[in-house]
T-cell receptor
Framework: RKEVEQDPGPFNVPEGATVAFNCTYSNSASQSFFWYRQDCRKEPKLLMSVYSSGNEDGRFTAQLNRASQYISLLIRDSKLSDSATYLCVVHPGAGGTSYGKLTFGQGTILTVHP | SQTIHQWPATLVQPVGSPLSLECTVEGTSNPNLYWYRQAAGRGLQLLFYSVGIGQISSEVPQNLSASRPQDRQFILSSKKLLLSDSGFYLC????????????FGSGTQLSVL
């Protein structure tokens, strides 16, 4: 089983649609979770952290389910500019030899069309 | 504010040629530094990380090497490139232990022909 798994998509949705991505992780001791966004041939950029209580940033909502070991990202009212690859990222935990060894999922491709 | 610079943006090299990619961070001291590679259609693979000058840890065996000659400089090298070294190389930094967020440079698209 991969450490971090995502549905690669692609997800093709019309403008204004609501779309959700899920991501599962295998290490139950994982401490921190993030969603990054990556545009074609560009570097990944931090979209949002994911907190245990769930968190929202404008049209984006992130959820964490520790019992089932998955995180999700919900995008409401999709815009053309949301088209990108969304990367699920997991940090194993603080201390020891973790040294920021974030584990990246392969990414989910989203295309928003007019 | 902190910034990270990575160059060149694109590079085409013949098989067997050497490689040197450079990354520098500004606006912070003693950052943790990382080199990642992303093959076409694949996820990010951690290649090297460094917690201080001269301290390099390798994550995967390969014909690449890394060096950190100065606090905010990280260099990825190879003596002889292979076809399989093609990919998108990303340098990244974080503030240190306890700060999990990574910030990436703009990347180098390397094509080995």
């Amino acid at each position: 089983r991969k450490e971090v798994e995502q549905d690669p998509g692609p997800f093709n949705v019309p403008e204004g649609a609501t779309v959700a991505f899920n991501c599962t992780y295998s290490n139950s001791a994982s401490q921190s979770f993030f969603w990054y966004r990556q545009d074609c041939r560009k570097e990944p950029k931090l979209l949002m952290s994911v907190y245990s209580s769930g968190n929202e940033d404008g049209r984006f909502t992130a959820q964490l389910n520790r019992a089932s070991q998955y995180i999700s990202l919900l995008i409401r009212d999709s815009k053309l500019s949301d088209s990108a690859t969304y990367l699920c990222v997991v940090h194993p935990g603080a201390g020891g030899t973790s040294y920021g060894k974030l584990t990246f999922g392969q990414g989910t491709i989203l295309t928003v069309h007019p | 504010s902190q910034t990270i610079h990575q160059w060149p943006a694109t590079l085409v090299q013949p098989v067997g040629s050497p490689l040197s990619l450079e990354c520098t961070v500004e606006g912070t001291s003693n950052p943790n530094l990382y080199w990642y590679r992303q093959a076409a259609g694949r996820g990010l693979q951690l290649l090297f990380y460094s917690v201080g000058i001269g301290q390099i840890s390798s994550e995967v065996p390969q014909n690449l090497s890394a060096s950190r000659p100065q606090d905010r400089q990280f260099i990825l090298s190879s003596k002889k490139l292979l076809l399989s070294d093609s990919g998108f190389y990303l340098c990244a930094w974080r503030a240190g232990q306890g700060y999990e967020k990574l910030f990436f440079g703009s990347g180098t698209q390397l094509s080995v022909l």
